[in-house]
C-alpha cells in the first residue's frame, strides 16, 4: 500500500519559497539535500527560524529533532535574524596575531554588544569569523558582505558609524 | 570532444593571445579584490578602450599573484609578435609588476605601456619573495583567467586527462602517482599514491572522490587561492584520480565561507560540461564523471574525512570510528577517495611531466613543492610555493622579507590549531613532514603565522584552545570535556591565579585527550599547548601566582580578568 503524503505547504506565500522547493527538487528531495536546502533558506530569507526548519523537514520528510540537529551543529546558520548591518570581525591566526582582539574590544565599548549579539535598535550585529582567508590583510573585517583589509579601531568605528541611525 | 578539438582550442587561444603586444594581468583574487582590484580592472580597461588600443593590448583578471600584502598588484607582459611560444611563459617570475595600484594610476600604466615603467607603482619582482618560490600548483595563478577553460586549455590544460584515458590503465595512473612521491597536502601526509591504490582495489561498483576544499584552519588560505586562480587544475585532477580509482562521481566539499571559489568552480564545472570534459564518455572512451558542490557550512571538524563523509550525506558532521577506512566504506558505504585541493593540483602536472620529474623536486621523503599561506608578522604576507626542504630560516627572511618595524623573530606556528609553535633555535631545519614532527609541530595544511616579540605565547595556546574547545563536535568525551578543561586552566594562568600544580595537571590534560580522542581534532588538540609548554614555559611560569614560582624570574603583574 502506497502512503499518499499531502504535499507540504510553504509558510507564507513568500515567492522566496520557491528558490527553496527548487533545490530540495534538484536533489530529488532527497535527505542527504538538508543542508543545501537549508543553505538555500539562509540565503534567502537571511536566517532560519522554526516555521521554515518545520517546512524543510516536511519537504525531505525527516524528522524534525534532524533538522534542527543540523542547523544548529554548523556555526554557518543562524536562528536569529541578523541585524540591518553586519560586521563579521575575522578571528584567523593572523588577524589575532594583528589585533583582531582589539577591534572586538573597540565595538564592544562603543555598542555595548558582543560577538554573536544584536544592537537593541536592531541597526549592527557584530559578528566573528574562523577566518576568512584573508590572511595576507590581517586583520580584516567584513562589513555587510565586503572585505576591508589591515583594519585599525578607529578605521573600524568610522564605518561603523555610517551605519548609526541618524 | 576529442583529442584534435581540444588541440584546436589551444591553438586558437594561443594564436588569440599572441596578436597582443601587451597583456595587462590584474589579480582579481579576494585578497586584492578586497583592496578593490575590480574597479582597477575596470579603469585599466576603459583606458585601454579610450586610446583605441584594444587591438594590441588585453586587460584580464588572473588569479593570486602572491604578494597579497602590496595589493592590488597588476603585472603587464610583453608578448612577442607573432611569436611560437606555447603561451606559456618560461619563468613564473613577472617581468613588470605593480603595487598598490588604484582605479587612478590607470592612465599612467597604459600610457607606460611601450615606454619605462610607471616607476613609483614598480614592485620589483627579482628579490626571493619572487626567485626563491617554485610554482607547480600555482603555476597558472596569475597567468591565466581562471574565467575562462580556453586559457586553461592553452596552458596544457586537460592534456593529463586526455594522456590518461588514451595511453594509459588505471592501475598505471596509480603507479605513476605512487612513484611520484606526493603525499596528501591536507596535512597528515599520507602517501597519496597509496591511498590510491587501496581505493582501486577496493571492491564496490559505485565509488566516489571527493576534494576536501574546507580550509578550516584559521590562518590558511591556500586552498581558496588555488580554487579561485586555477578551478580547472582541480577538476582534471578529481577527473584523472576518478579514472584511476574507478569512481563515476566526485564532490567538492568547499566551504560556503568562500563565495568567490564557489562561483568560480561552478562557472569551471559547467564550462568543462559544456566541452565534453567531465560527463559521459569523456574524450570518446568509456570513462564518465561528473562532479557537484557541496557546501560546508562552518565545521572545523568536517575537515576530518569521516566527518566530511556524514556532511556530504546531509548529516552533523561527526566522525566515527575508522575502520572501515572512507577507502574501504566511505560515501553511502561506498569506497571513497579524499583528496585535499592541492594534493589534486599537484596531479596534472605530475601526469604531464612525468614522476620522475616531481621526485626530483624535494626531499627524500617529502617530494614536490608546499603551498604556504605566510602571515602574522611578517613583511611579505601572501601566498608562496616552496620546494620542500626549504628552512624555514629562509622562508621567514628571504621569501617573507623577515620581521616589520625592527622587532626580533619569536615563533612561527605551522598546522594551525593542530600544530606548534618553533622557536628561534630550530629556524634552520628542512620544511619537511618529519622535520616539523620531530620539533613538535606538523606540516599542517599550510597555514605559516610567523609571531615576533609582542606575542605572548600562553595567549597564543589559550587562542587556539578556546578554537578547538567551540569546534569540538562533542561526540567523544576526552575532546568535548578535555578541551573546556585545558581551557580553564590556561584562563586561569593567564589571570595570574595558577600554581605550579596546574601547570602539572595540564600537562596530564594534554596526555589523556592526546590518546584518547576519537579523531584527529581531539589527538592533535594538544600540540599548540605542548610545543609553548616545551619552548616557552619561561612564560607560564612567569604567569603563576606571585607566592608559587619555581624562582623562576620575578613576578609578573596580574592581568585583569575579562
Given amino acids: ?166 | 570532444m576529442n583529442p584534435e578539438e581540444l588541440n584546436k582550442i589551444a591553438t586558437a587561444e594561443r594564436t588569440m593571445q599572441s596578436q597582443y603586444r601587451h597583456t595587462i594581468n590584474v589579480c582579481v583574487a579576494a585578497g586584492c579584490l578586497s583592496s578593490r582590484a575590480d574597479q582597477v580592472q575596470q579603469a585599466l580597461e576603459n583606458e585601454v578602450k579610450q586610446r583605441g588600443l584594444d587591438s594590441h593590448c588585453d586587460v584580464k583578471g588572473v588569479g593570486c599573484l602572491g604578494l597579497c600584502a602590496a595589493g592590488p598588484l597588476v603585472t603587464v607582459d610583453k608578448v612577442t609578435i607573432n611569436g611560437q611560444e606555447s603561451g606559456r611563459r618560461e619563468s613564473s617570475v613577472p617581468e613588470l609588476m605593480y603595487q598598490s595600484v588604484t582605479a587612478a594610476d590607470a592612465a599612467e600604466i597604459v600610457a607606460a605601456l611601450d615606454q619605462a615603467p610607471v616607476q613609483r607603482l614598480v614592485c620589483p619582482t627579482n628579490v626571493p619573495f619572487f626567485t626563491r618560490q617554485k610554482k607547480i600548483v600555482l603555476e597558472n595563478s596569475g597567468v591565466i583567467d581562471p574565467e575562462r577553460i580556453e586559457e586553461y586549455i592553452a596552458a596544457d590544460g586537460y592534456a593529463a586527462l586526455l594522456d590518461v584515458l588514451t595511453t594509459k590503465k588505471p592501475m598505471e595512473v596509480v603507479a605513476e602517482i605512487t612513484r611520484s612521491g606526493l603525499r596528501g597536502r591536507g596535512g597528515a601526509g599520507f602517501p597519496t599514491g597509496l591511498k590510491w591504490g587501496t581505493v582501486a582495489k577496493a571492491a564496490g561498483a559505485t565509488k566516489y572522490v571527493i576534494c576536501n576544499a574546507d580550509e578550516g584552519d584559521p590562518g590558511a588560505f591556500m586552498d581558496r587561492a588555488v580554487l579561485e586562480s586555477d578551478p580547472h587544475r582541480v577538476l582534471e585532477g578529481m577527473a584523472i584520480a576518478a579514472y584511476a580509482v574507478g569512481a563515476s562521481q566526485g564532490y567538492i566539499y568547499v566551504r560556503a565561507e568562500y563565495p568567490l571559489a564557489v562561483k568560480r568552480l561552478k562557472l569551471a564545472i559547467r564550462q568543462a560540461e559544456r566541452l565534453g570534459l567531465l560527463g559521459t564518455n569523456i574524450f570518446h572512451t568509456p570513462f564518465s564523471f561528473s562532479i557537484e558542490i557541496r557546501l560546508g557550512a562552518g565545521a572545523f571538524v568536517c575537515g576530518e574525512e569521516t566527518a566530511l563523509i556524514a556532511s556530504v550525506e546531509g548529516k552533523r558532521g561527526q566522525p566515527r570510528p575508522r575502520p572501515p577506512y572512507p577507502a574501504e566504506g566511505g560515501l553511502w558505504g561506498a569506497p571513497t577517495l579524499i583528496n585535499n585541493v592541492e594534493t589534486l593540483a599537484n596531479v596534472p602536472a605530475i601526469i604531464r611531466n612525468g614522476a620522475d620529474w616531481f621526485a626530483g623536486i624535494g626531499t627524500e621523503k617529502s617530494r614536490g613543492t608546499k603551498v604556504f599561506a605566510l602571515a602574522g608578522r611578517v613583511q611579505n604576507t601572501g601566498l608562496i610555493e616552496v620546494p620542500m626542504g626549504i628552512t624555514l630560516r629562509e622562508i621567514i627572511y628571504q621569501v617573507g622579507g623577515g620581521i616589520p618595524e625592527g622587532r626580533r623573530f619569536k615563533a612561527v606556528q605551522t598546522g594551525g590549531p593542530s600544530g606548534g609553535c618553533i622557536p628561534e633555535q630550530f629556524l634552520d631545519i628542512p620544511v619537511d613532514y618529519e622535520s616539523l614532527a620531530q620539533v613538535g609541530s606538523i606540516m599542517g595544511s599550510g597555514g605559516m603565522i610567523v609571531m615576533d616579540e609582542t606575542s605572548d605565547m600562553v595567549d597564543v595556546a589559550k587562542f587556539f584552545m578556546e578554537f578547538c574547545m567551540t569546534e569540538s563536535c562533542g561526540k567523544c568525551v576526552p575532546c568535548r570535556v578535555g578541551t573546556a578543561q585545558m581551557y580553564d586552566v590556561l584562563e586561569k594562568i593567564t589571570r595570574g591565579q595558577a600554581t605550579a600544580a596546574d601547570v602539572e595537571y595540564l600537562k596530564d590534560l594534554c596526555d589523556v585527550v592526546r590518546n584518547t580522542s576519537l579523531c584527529g581534532l581531539g589527538m592533535t588538540a594538544p600540540n599548540p599547548v605542548l610545543s609553548t609548554l616545551r619552548y616557552f614555559k619561561n612564560e607560564y611560569d612567569a604567569r603563576l601566582r606571585p607566592d608559587d614560582h619555581n624562582g623562576n624570574g620575578a613576578a609578573q603583574p596580574v592581568e585583569v580578568a575579562r
Fill in chain 1, 1 to 166: 500500500m502506497t502512503m499518499l503524503m499531502a504535499k507540504p505547504v510553504a509558510p507564507s506565500k513568500d515567492k522566496r519559497w520557491k528558490i527553496v522547493e527548487a533545490t530540495a527538487r534538484r536533489h530529488g528531495n532527497a535527505r542527504h539535500a538538508l543542508i543545501e536546502t537549508l543553505h538555500s533558506v539562509q540565503e534567502a530569507f537571511g536566517f532560519l527560524d522554526e516555521d521554515a526548519l518545520r517546512y524543510v523537514a516536511n519537504l525531505l520528510q525527516l524528522p524534525m529533532s534532524k533538522v534542527y540537529g543540523v542547523a544548529t551543529f554548523y556555526h554557518f546558520f543562524t536562528l536569529r535574524p541578523p541585524g540591518k548591518h553586519t560586521c563579521v570581525v575575522c578571528m584567523g591566526t593572523a588577524c589575532y596575531i594583528k589585533g583582531a582582539g582589539e577591534l572586538i574590544s573597540s565595538v564592544e565599548r562603543k555598542y555595548g554588544i558582543k560577538p554573536g549579539q544584536t544592537t537593541a535598535d536592531g541597526n549592527l550585529s557584530l559578528l566573528t569569523a574562523r577566518c576568512v582567508g584573508s590572511c595576507g590583510l590581517a586583520p580584516a573585517v567584513v562589513f555587510d558582505g565586503e572585505v576591508a583589509g589591515k583594519v585599525t579601531s578607529s578605521d573600524l568605528i568610522n564605518r561603523l558609524g555610517k551605519w548609526d541611525e541618524k
